[in-house]
């Protein structure tokens, strides 16, 4: 069955840079769309940023200009690069894929704070 792992999240101060990373199993990620959303207490979830197979990104314009999502196909994993990170941005950070239903992740908690 396809399973998503994410991993990379932890403490990190204002201004810090944290990467993520999602494993994925049970396809091959090549023909899709993944994407990473977030969800933070008492909020919905949000999608923060997506990648198609061709490797067109979409950001959330909360996160445009310091967050970059990329793709490795050969190691079925997508990444999430962000930088310049606000207290805004503390939050449980899913992965997902779509493939006839939605897959998720069990998401990984990226915590802003000084």
């Known amino acids: 069955q396809v399973q998503l792992v994410e991993s990379g999240g932890g403490l990190v101060q204002p201004g810090g840079s944290l990467r993520l990373s999602c494993a994925a199993s049970?396809?091959?990620?090549?023909?899709?769309?993944m994407a990473w959303y977030r969800q933070a207490p008492m909020n919905q979830r949000e999608l923060v940023a997506s990648?198609?197979?061709?490797?067109?990104?979409n950001y959330a314009d909360s996160v445009k200009g310091r967050v970059t999502i990329s793709r490795d196909n050969t190691k079925n994993m997508v990444y999430l690069q962000m930088n310049s990170l606000k207290p805004e941005d503390t939050a449980v950070y899913y992965c997902?894929?779509?493939?006839?239903?939605?897959?998720w992740g069990q998401g990984t908690q990226v915590t802003v704070s000084s």
């Open positions: 990648i198609t197979s061709a490797g067109i990104t």
């Open positions: 049970g396809l091959s990620i090549r023909a899709y769309t």
């Open positions: 997902k894929v779509v493939r006839g239903i939605a897959y």
